[in-house]
């Protein structure tokens, strides 16, 4: 994998999001191969838990900007979208794009396993987001938590409109970072850092 390592020990997995140049920043490349690491995880009858991390000093700045203000027009018509996730809508001059970060937070939510977010640093957009779906959030003294969509003008992705508000006692979270577009320190979460998925899953 280029952009994650996947190690097996002890039978817990351990992913690790492996951009630390880039504050781990989510690429196509990287949307593809987190939700390969999770087939795997499921595939292996030997991991019971799963460790989702970063390398470095952030855990994931959110989406690579690299184009800065064409970022969007980038990514709908990037060559490396993964197969299935861009189509032509007639009328659009731009191809349309699966929610990368949907796909993978999706993916995490149908894992057989349990899953555990190590956050070492900030997580910032989709970086925030797909946490959600881990059953267990554990926050270093580093981590913050960047709900920043509204700064953009863009509506919160990977389902976490559904899911932010799913995290028990972490309404602070969403009615003071989100809407507010701001970042929000760990000690400000309420405790929610290591609130566990309230939601049932299979």
């Known amino acids: 994998m280029e952009t994650l390592r996947y190690a097996v020990q002890d039978g817990i997995a351990t992913i690790t999001l492996n951009r630390p140049d880039r504050l781990n920043a989510f690429t196509d490349e990287m949307e593809a191969e987190l939700i390969e690491a999770f087939d795997r995880v499921d595939a292996d009858d030997d991991v019971r838990a799963v460790i989702l991390?970063?390398?470095?000093?952030?855990?994931?700045a959110g989406?690579?900007?690299?184009?800065?203000g064409d970022a969007f027009t980038?990514?709908?018509t990037s060559g490396t979208a993964p197969a299935g996730t861009q189509y032509d809508v007639p009328g659009d001059e731009l191809p349309?794009?699966?929610?990368?970060?949907?796909?993978?937070?999706?993916?995490?939510?149908e894992c057989r396993k349990p899953i555990i977010a190590a956050v070492n640093g900030a997580a910032v957009g989709v970086g925030a987001t797909m946490i959600l779906a881990a059953d267990i959030r554990l926050a270093s003294e580093n981590a913050k938590f960047g709900y920043v969509f509204t700064q953009r003008g863009v509506i919160p992705e990977s389902c976490s409109s559904w899911f932010l508000p799913a995290w028990s006692g972490c309404r602070p979270?969403?009615?003071g970072s989100s809407r507010a577009g701001s970042s929000v320190p760990r000690r400000r979460s309420s405790g929610a850092s290591c609130a566990p998925c309230t939601q049932p899953r299979n």
Request: hydrophobic fraction near 40%; glycine fraction near 20%.
């Open 53 to 60: 991390t970063g390398a470095g000093r952030g855990f994931c």
């Open 63 to 68: 989406m690579d900007a690299v184009d800065g």
């Open 74 to 76: 980038a990514w709908r």
């Open 96 to 109: 349309r794009r699966r929610d990368g970060g949907g796909r993978v937070v999706l993916r995490m939510f």
């Open 173 to 175: 979270l969403w009615s």
